[in-house]
C-alpha cells in the first residue's frame, strides 16, 4: 500500500454529515421543513425527526441522555458488545410491556386550537378565543411542555440544571457554565454504523442500507413492538400511534438518491450543513465500537473511516461494487474533509458505542463572547488561545458531549478553528501572514485557507456533494444478501416500478407507509376486494391468461 | 343426531377454520402494513406494565394447556402411567391459575382502555368486536375448568378432545361434541367465534411473534432495490 494503510478489509459507504454549531442560530427552520415533508401527519403530530436544542438542556425527549434510564446503545459485557437493554432473550421477554419506553409525557402531549370558537362562540363581552385541544384524546388541555420547551434556556434554571450532561460536571462548573453560555444542538438520526435500533428490532424491520449507510424502517415489516425506541440513544425513532409503526428520519433518502441535500440541509438558514460520502472499513466497526476506554472511541471510529485519495482503497471500492462516481465523491467529500482531514469535527455521544455518523464542529463562539464579554479582544490570538485553555467548563461540557468526557480532541479542535480566526484576521488587517499560528494547530497556511474556505465561503455544490444512487452488484462482496431477494418472491417489487411515475402522494391521516423504499410499482395483478362493488368480472380477480394476447 | 348440530361441530369448524387462514393470507398480502400489536403503551404504561404482561403470559400458559388437553389422547398418558387424579389435579391448578391470570390480566387491560382517554381514543372498531369476544372465551373456559372440581366431572378428554382430534381426520365425530355440557359448547362457539375475527383485528399480531430474532445477527444490512412493495392505497383493516 503507498500510504502504508492496512489492506481495507470490507469497503462500504455511507452518507455522511456534518453541523458546524457555531453558525447555528437556533431558528428551527430545519424542525419545521423536516416535519412539513415527513411527519405532518395524524400519529407523528409529536415527531421530530429533526429537533434544535438548546445546550445546556434538557433535550428532546426531555433527559434522553440518560441512559441508566433509558438503557439505549450498546455496552460492553464481558468484552461483548450487548444491547445495554439487553440481549435478545431479554428483549423478547419485554416484548408485552416494554420497560425502557418514554410515555408521551417525556415528550408532549401534542394539541392544536379550537379555532372554530374563534366564529362560532355566541355573542358575549369577551373577545373568544381558540382554547388548546389535545390531539391525541381532542379534551381541552393545559399545555405545559413542548418540543423545545426549554428553547434558549426558557422553562428556569429548574429545566437546566436537570440536562443529564450538565449533571456529570461539577455543581459549581454548573453555576459559572449556566453564566458562561449556550448554544443550539440541531439533531437529526446518527444513521449509525453500528446501529442498535436495528440491533433491538425483533422482526428484522430495521436495516441499514448497503448502498448508503441510510437506516430505514421497513414499514411492512414493522410490527409494533416498538423496543427500537428504547434501543435508540438518541432517541431518533419514534412510535407512531396511529398507524402503531416505528418511524424514524430516513436522511430523505429520495432526495439523496437523486444527489439532492436533505430538506434540513436544503433549508438551513445558518448553511452549516454539510452532506458527503464517507468510505470506511465495516470489518473494522465491531472492533473499533468494542473498545474498552470510552475515551479511545472517537479514535477508534476514525479508524474505521478509509481515505479515498488512497488508490489501494479506490480499488478496494470499485472491487467491492462501489461505483466510481462515489470514490471521486469520497474524494471531494466535505465530510471527510471536515472529519479526517482537519480534525475539528466530533461524534455526538460516542460512548453509546453505535458509531454515529453525524457529526459537529464544536462552538467557538461562545468562547470568543466570554472572553469580550470580559473586556478583552476575542479574536486576538494570544487571548483566544489561552482562553479555550481557562475555559474549563465549556470544554468539559463540549467534551461530555462530543468525547466522552475527553477534552483534549475538543480543544484541539477549537483551537484549529481559533487558528483560522486569527489567520483570517491578519489576512483582513493586511497584516503579515504568521505561519506560526497554523503551525501551532498542527495544519500548514494553506489546509487553514482551505478550512476557511469550506467553513465559511463554500457554495451549495461544495457543502453538498452526493453522487446519485446505485445498487450494489448482487454477489460482490458488500452484499450480504436479503432473504427476500427471491423475483416474484415476498417483498420483491416490479424492479421498473422505481422509473414509473410514482403514486399520488397519501391524504393526511390514511394509513400508507411513508418509510419503506420508494417506488410507484402498480398492484400487478392484485386486486382490493374491499372496494369491489360486486358488479362485474374486476381485473385482476382471476390470473391472467397465457400466450399472445 | 340433528342438523343443528352437524352443522354447528361438522361444519362450523372448517368454516371458522378457513376464514382464518385465508383471512390471514389475504390480509397478509393485502394489508401488511396493518400487521402489528398497534402498541398503546406510548400512552399508558402503568397499567400495561402489570395487565399486558399478566395476560400474555397467563394466554400462553392457557395455550399449552389446550394443546396437552385436546391433542394428546387420554390413550397416551395412561400408557405412560401417569394417574388420573395428577392429570386432573395439574390441569385444575396450572389451567385454572392461567386461566385466572389471564382474565385478570383482560379485566386491567379492558379497565384501562375504558378510563384512559388516550387509550380510549385510540380503540378501534375491530377491538370493540374483539374484547367481549375474547372476554367471553376466556369466561367460559374458566367455567370449564370450574366444572372439573365437580364430585363426577364430565371427562372433556373423552367427548371435546375427541371431537376436537376428529376434526383433523376430516371425520368429525359430531357426536362426541353434542354430549358436551353447554359450558363446553358456548365455549367452542365463542372461540370459533374469536377465530374469525382473528385476521381482521389486531391479534394478527399474534402470528407475527418474532422467534426468529433468536437466532438472526443484531445488524441487518439491505440492498436498496430490495425493499418491499410499497403499501397500496387501502382502507385500514382492523
Ligand atoms: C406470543 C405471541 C404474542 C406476543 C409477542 C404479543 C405481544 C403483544 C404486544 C407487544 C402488545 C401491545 C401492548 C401495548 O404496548 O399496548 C399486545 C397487545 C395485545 N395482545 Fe398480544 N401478543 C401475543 C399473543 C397474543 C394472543 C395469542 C392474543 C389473544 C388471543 C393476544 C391478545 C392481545 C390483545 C387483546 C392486546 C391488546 C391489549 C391492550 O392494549 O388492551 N396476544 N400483544
Ligand atoms: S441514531 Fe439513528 S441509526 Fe443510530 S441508533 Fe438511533 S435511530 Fe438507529
Ligand atoms: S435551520 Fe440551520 S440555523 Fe436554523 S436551527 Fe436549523 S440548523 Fe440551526
Not at chain 1, 472511541?297 to 470499485?318: K, M, S
Not at chain 2, 390471514?24 to 404504561?45: I, K, N, P, V
Amino acid at each position: 500500500m503507498p500510504r502504508g494503510e492496512a489492506t481495507p478489509g470490507r469497503v462500504m459507504a455511507q452518507v455522511a454529515m456534518v453541523m458546524n454549531l457555531d453558525k447555528c442560530i437556533g431558528c428551527h427552520t430545519c424542525s419545521v421543513t423536516c416535519k412539513q415533508t415527513w411527519t405532518n401527519r395524524t400519529g407523528t403530530e409529536y415527531a421530530w425527526f429533526n429537533n434544535v436544542e438548546t445546550r445546556p438542556g434538557q433535550g428532546y425527549p426531555r433527559r434522553y441522555e440518560d441512559q441508566d434510564r433509558w438503557r439505549g446503545g450498546w455496552e460492553l459485557k464481558r468484552g461483548r458488545l450487548v444491547p445495554r437493554s439487553g440481549g435478545r432473550a431479554r428483549r423478547l421477554a419485554r416484548l408485552f410491556a416494554n420497560p425502557e419506553l418514554p410515555t408521551l409525557d417525556d415528550y408532549y402531549e401534542p394539541w392544536t386550537y379550537d379555532y372554530a370558537n374563534l366564529t362560532q362562540a355566541p355573542l358575549g363581552d369577551d373577545l373568544p378565543t381558540a382554547p388548546p385541544r389535545s390531539q391525541i384524546d381532542g379534551r381541552a388541555m393545559a399545555i405545559s411542555a413542548g418540543p423545545n420547551w426549554d428553547d434558549d434556556l426558557g422553562g428556569g434554571p429548574g429545566h437546566t440544571a436537570a440536562d443529564p450532561v450538565l449533571e456529570k460536571i461539577s455543581d459549581q462548573v454548573r453555576l459559572e457554565y449556566e453564566q458562561a453560555f449556550m448554544f443550539y444542538l440541531p439533531r437529526i438520526c446518527e444513521h449509525c454504523l453500528n446501529p442498535s435500533c436495528v440491533a433491538v428490532c425483533p422482526s428484522g424491520a430495521m436495516y441499514k442500507r448497503i448502498e448508503d449507510g441510510i437506516v430505514l424502517v421497513d414499514q411492512d415489516r414493522c410490527r409494533g413492538w416498538r423496543m427500537c425506541v428504547s434501543g435508540c440513544p438518541y432517541k431518533k425513532v419514534y412510535f407512531n400511534h396511529a398507524t402503531g409503526k416505528a418511524e424514524k428520519c430516513t436522511l430523505c433518502y429520495p432526495r439523496i438518491e437523486a444527489g439532492e441535500p436533505t430538506v434540513c440541509s436544503e433549508t438551513c438558514v445558518g448553511r452549516l450543513r454539510y452532506l458527503g460520502v464517507i468510505l470506511y472499513d465495516a470489518d473494522r466497526v465491531g472492533e473499533a465500537a468494542s473498545v474498552e476506554d470510552e475515551q479511545g472511541l472517537y479514535e477508534a471510529q476514525l479508524g474505521c473511516f478509509l481515505d479515498p485519495a488512497d488508490p489501494g482503497v479506490a480499488r478496494a471500492a470499485e472491487e467491492a461494487g462501489i461505483p466510481h462516481d462515489w470514490v471521486t465523491a469520497a474524494r471531494e467529500s466535505p465530510v471527510h474533509a471536515l472529519i479526517s482531514r482537519y480534525r475539528v469535527a466530533l461524534p455526538l455521544h460516542p460512548e453509546y458505542r453505535t458509531m454515529p455518523m453525524v457529526w459537529y464542529v464544536p462552538p467557538l463562539s461562545p468562547v470568543v463572547d466570554a472572553l469580550t464579554r470580559t473586556g478583552h479582544d476575542g479574536e486576538a490570538p494570544e487571548s483566544l488561545f489561552g482562553a479555550i485553555d481557562t475555559l474549563r467548563i465549556p470544554l468539559a461540557y463540549l467534551a461530555e458531549l462530543f468525547t466522552a468526557g475527553d477534552t483534549e480532541p475538543v480543544e484541539a479542535a477549537l483551537c484549529r478553528l481559533a487558528a483560522m480566526r486569527t489567520t483570517m484576521r491578519r489576512v483582513n488587517l493586511g497584516q503579515e501572514p504568521d505561519p506560526d499560528i497554523a503551525r501551532s494547530v498542527g495544519m500548514t497556511e494553506e489546509e487553514i485557507h482551505a478550512m476557511y474556505r469550506l467553513l465559511a465561503l463554500a457554495k451549495y455544490e461544495e457543502r453538498y456533494v452526493i453522487p446519485t444512487s446505485y445498487t450494489a452488484e448482487h454477489g460482490s462482496p458488500v452484499d450480504t444478501g436479503c432473504s427476500l431477494e427471491e423475483a416474484g418472491g415476498p417483498g420483491m417489487y416490479d424492479p421498473d416500478g422505481f422509473h414509473t411515475a410514482p403514486a399520488a402522494p397519501p391524504a393526511p391521516g390514511t394509513a400508507t407507509a411513508p418509510a419503506t423504499d420508494p417506488s410507484g410499482a402498480s398492484l400487478a395483478g392484485r386486486l382490493n376486494l374491499l372496494n369491489w362493488d360486486g358488479r362485474g368480472r374486476p381485473d385482476g380477480l382471476f390470473p391472467r391468461q397465457e400466450g399472445p394476447a | 343426531m340433528n342438523h343443528l348440530h352437524t352443522a354447528l361441530w361438522g361444519v362450523l369448524p372448517y368454516l371458522a377454520f378457513t376464514l382464518l387462514v385465508a383471512g390471514t393470507a389475504w390480509r397478509y398480502r393485502y394489508d401488511r402494513f396493518g400487521f402489528t400489536t398497534r402498541s398503546s403503551q406510548l400512552h399508558e404504561h402503568r397499567l400495561l406494565s402489570i395487565g399486558g404482561p399478566l395476560f400474555h403470559a397467563g394466554l400462553l400458559f392457557v395455550l399449552a394447556g389446550h394443546v396437552v388437553g385436546l391433542v394428546v389422547p387420554k390413550s397416551l398418558t395412561e400408557r405412560m402411567h401417569v394417574p388420573e387424579w395428577l392429570y386432573h389435579l395439574n390441569a385444575l391448578a396450572v389451567g385454572g391459575t392461567a386461566g385466572l391470570a389471564t382474565v385478570a390480566g383482560l379485566a386491567i387491560l379492558v379497565h384501562r382502555r375504558l378510563r384512559s382517554p388516550a387509550v380510549r381514543a385510540a380503540t378501534s372498531r375491530s377491538d370493540l368486536a374483539v374484547y367481549p369476544v375474547l372476554a367471553a372465551v376466556l369466561v367460559c373456559g374458566l367455567a370449564a375448568t370450574a366444572t372439573t372440581l365437580e364430585a363426577h366431572p364430565y371427562d372433556y378428554r373423552e367427548g371435546v378432545a375427541v371431537w376436537f382430534r376428529s376434526l383433523f381426520t376430516l371425520d368429525p365425530d359430531v357426536a362426541a361434541m353434542a354430549h358436551a355440557p353447554f359450558v363446553y359448547q358456548l365455549h367452542a362457539l365463542l372461540a370459533m367465534a374469536l377465530f374469525t375475527l382473528w385476521p381482521f383485528s389486531r391479534l394478527v399480531h399474534a402470528f407475527t411473534a418474532p422467534v426468529a430474532y433468536l437466532a438472526r445477527p443484531y445488524i441487518v444490512y439491505r440492498h436498496r432495490g430490495s425493499g418491499t412493495r410499497p403499501a397500496p392505497q387501502h382502507r385500514r383493516i382492523g
